[in-house]
């Protein structure tokens, strides 16, 4: 089968397409045929080497696809071959024409979703849905600030918020994205304006959002420190280099600056976040938002396209 492999941390160059041996499922595994594998900001950074956590080299990147079992190990009770399924993580990474899952981290997708939207279902909604209720603990009637809310992220935060209750702003920075982010039930905002931050506070009343979700710290947080509710959390889920904040704006308004890492969640942590989406994709509330498609060959394309400015929706690679 081919595969994107990666023998050297690096630039996106160094991601190349190499033909290997199929996976084989053992006790409790499955091989599952990729149909459409899902491309986060997150791959990029295990690629490059910046991240906390970085696999053995060499290695295929990707964490989420969706497609069809194509054959099941001993032990296996809940799936056979022909299912249509998505993952919440793999054993031989997702960049490939097939890749091997242990039973507990793969699911029924449901029929109302395409194969490109089910490759766009576990690192952002994980990653929302963490964010919000584990860390930020939200509850309803708040008001949650989404930056890059048109984004694959950003996207899943904005109708996991609204699902629970919540007063939902959101930025983007294109037109497109901001139609986007307003489709989905939130107040949108264009960061690119630069009194963007003057008219986030005329939504809140001046009291500012009780929550804000960072995709891109580095650039926002010391913003985010002066708009923040009183006793409000900021939540880092992205960051791409260092910023110079003022801690008294935290202190003066007893506010909470807190990093999250999905990876550092537990196989029960799991369990709990996947019954939640899945709820949310079988009733209709959650739908992921797919903006490009790319074929594997051009998985180096994908990863610079998944950092550009003007992100809308989830974009994945078709192998």
């Known amino acids: 089968m081919r595969a994107i492999r990666v023998h050297e941390f690096g630039p996106p160059s160094v991601m190349k397409v190499e033909d290997v041996s199929d996976p084989k499922a053992g006790p409790k595994q499955l091989v599952i045929t990729v149909r459409a594998a899902g491309v986060n900001p997150v791959d990029t950074y ?38 249509r399924v998505y993952m919440n993580g793999n054993v031989s990474g997702a960049y490939a024409q097939k890749t091997l899952c242990l039973e507990d981290s793969v699911f029924p997708l449901p029929e109302r979703l395409t194969f490109a939207q089910g490759a766009g279902i576990w690192v952002p909604y994980a990653t929302a849905y963490y964010a919000l209720h584990d860390v930020a603990k939200v509850g309803p009637a708040e008001t949650v600030l989404v930056h890059g809310a048109s984004g694959g992220v950003g996207s899943a935060a904005v109708q996991i918020a609204r699902a629970a209750g919540l007063r939902v702003l959101g ?50 947080l010391a913003k985010d420190l002066g708009m923040i509710a009183p006793r409000g959390r900021i939540v880092v889920i992205g960051n791409r280099g260092t910023i110079e904040i003022n801690p008294r704006d935290a202190m003066a308004k007893a506010a ?40 594997l060959s051009d998985a180096v394309q994908a990863h610079e396209a998944v950092l550009a400015p003007g992100a809308l929706g989830k974009i994945v690679l078709i192998p």
Not at 56 to 82: N, Q
Not at 257 to 282: K, P, Q, W, Y
């Open 46 to 83: 295990i690629r490059a080497g910046t991240y906390a956590k970085k696999p053995a080299l060499p290695y295929t990147p990707g964490f989420d696809a969706a497609g069809v079992v194509d054959s099941v190990g001993p032990d296996v009770t809940r799936f056979k071959p022909g299912d």
């Open 171 to 220: 930025t983007a920075g294109t037109d497109k994205g901001l139609e986007l982010v307003s489709s989905l039930g939130a107040a949108a905002f264009n960061h690119r304006d630069s009194g963007y931050l003057d008219r986030i506070s005329e939504a809140t009343q001046g009291r500012g959002p009780d929550v804000i979700l960072e995709m891109l710290a580095n650039v926002n």
């Open 256 to 295: 909470s600056v807190i990093g999250m890492l999905l990876m550092n969640t537990t196989a029960e942590d799991a369990r709990r976040i996947s019954a939640a989406v899945n709820a949310g994709f079988e009733n209709g509330t959650l739908t992921p938002v797919v903006g490009r498609e790319f074929p």
